[in-house]
């Protein structure tokens, strides 16, 4: 039998239009090496890409890439979230002014309404497919991350899998499930932004359900929990230092949009580079010289430790897609052009108006042809470039430190 290979997909709302651009290089090129990932595992955005790839599980790597790539250029912010001036912001005021006042009944459940994109995702995903594809074996088994509203802790509802049993994690519950529409909504319901999702199936694990990333933004946990062999890993932030700060040119205060982005970066990004480093770690520490350390650890934690060849995949630099983001917006929906865009201008002021890190909130929603069209160009630049630094079937998939990987 050979390798299970996995496929782990980040969080990231519209930004995964860049994991779309990854994947048009990264899985033709794994399918030529006789390495395409039979597992699969996403979080929000990343859980859509992963259950898009599994409905075309059974094409050549160039055409499932190429229809995940189709589906992003399609997506607009109407098919994901209403209108806010004409339906959300409305409704809003009145349920945030009905829970100040205490109003029976009445209460703001996100500030927006992603009631849409369960339309989208009818359009966009064949689950017959899906389900065929794991049922005969195709896929291994596809997982998508969501964060328990009761318990805050992550479930992976997991469709397939060769072992008897789903593994027993200390923080993470892994499920058992027929994947719906439910699981992947839940995935991607951003607290405060959307409302929690009800998932009903199955029954042991029914209730409310937020955006998987709260704590999982990057699943690489679950991937290799899922005795993997190698692990390819797709992220839609850099994990390279910041090179400057916001605010160091002068003593402007930080606003609304940079604490939320200080909220981002702990959620999302530190876990992310901590996962992999403590991979890069466990790798050298088993394959290393010292094999004396290595069976000490391994006695010590009680632990199997293994070593799994990876690869990293994401953006080089820190910022650079909220960069694209704020430029795609100045350019299209500044003066009289906002007024062809008015949800996306007030969306904008919602998360930080003209702020220096309002590219990197906005990029989340920007749902627009312009910025899904660079991400998707920078993904497949950055995948490239790779494959030139990594060549050949035979080369290492890792490098041994977090900083090597960070700093090309």
């Not at 955006?211 to 690489?220: I, M, N, V």
Request: aromatic share 8%; with cysteine; charged share 20%.
């Amino acid at each position: 039998m050979g390798e299970r290979v996995a496929l782990v997909l980040s969080s990231g709302g519209a930004r995964g239009a860049y994991e779309a651009g990854v994947l048009s290089v990264l899985l033709p090129e794994l399918e030529r090496r006789g390495q395409r990932p039979t597992v699969l595992v996403g979080t929000s955005a990343g859980a859509l890409n992963a259950t898009s790839l599994a409905a075309d599980a059974d094409q050549n790597a160039e055409v499932a890439a190429s229809r995940l790539v189709q589906r992003w250029r399609a997506l607009r912010h109407s098919d994901v979230f209403h209108s806010i001036s004409r339906w959300q912001a409305p409704w809003s005021a009145f349920g945030y002014v009905g829970e100040v006042l205490g109003l029976p009944g009445v209460c703001l459940p996100g500030f927006l309404d992603p009631a849409p994109l369960r339309g989208s995702l009818d359009r966009m995903l064949d689950w017959p497919a899906v389900h065929r594809n794991v049922r005969d074996g195709v896929l291994d088994c596809v997982a998508v991350v969501a964060s328990h509203a009761a318990n805050s802790r992550s479930t992976v509802f997991v469709e397939g899998h060769r072992q008897a049993g789903l593994p027993a994690g200390r923080t993470i519950d892994y499920v058992a499930a027929t994947l719906s529409n439910d699981h992947l909504m839940a995935s991607a319901a951003i607290p405060m932004l959307f409302p929690a999702v009800r998932v009903e199936e199955p029954v042991a694990t029914a209730g409310w359900y937020y955006d998987g990333s709260a704590r999982l933004s990057t699943p690489l946990e679950p991937a290799l929990e899922l005795d993997v062999d190698r692990v390819a890993v797709v992220g839609t932030h850099s994990i390279a230092p910041r090179q400057s700060e916001f605010w160091s040119a002068d003593d402007t205060r930080p606003d609304f949009a940079d604490g939320a982005v200080q909220l981002l970066t702990a959620m999302l990004i530190a876990p992310m580079i901590e996962d992999v480093r403590r991979l890069g770690q466990v790798n050298e520490l088993v394959s290393g010289a010292d094999k004396a350390v290595a069976a000490h650890r391994r006695a010590l934690d009680k632990k199997p430790y293994r070593h799994v060849p990876y690869m990293f995949v994401a953006p080089a630099t820190r910022g650079v897609l909220g960069d694209i983001a704020s430029e795609v917006f100045r350019r299209n929906y500044r003066g009289y052009r906002a007024v062809t865009a008015p949800d996306l201008v007030i969306l904008s002021r919602l998360l930080g108006g003209e702020s220096e890190q309002h590219g990197e909130l906005i990029s989340y929603l920007l749902f627009e042809r312009d910025f899904l069209d660079e991400a998707i160009t920078l993904g497949s630049y950055d995948a490239q470039r790779w494959f030139d630094r990594v060549p050949g079937p035979s080369a290492p998939w890792y490098l041994p430190s977090i900083d090597t990987l960070s700093d090309s």
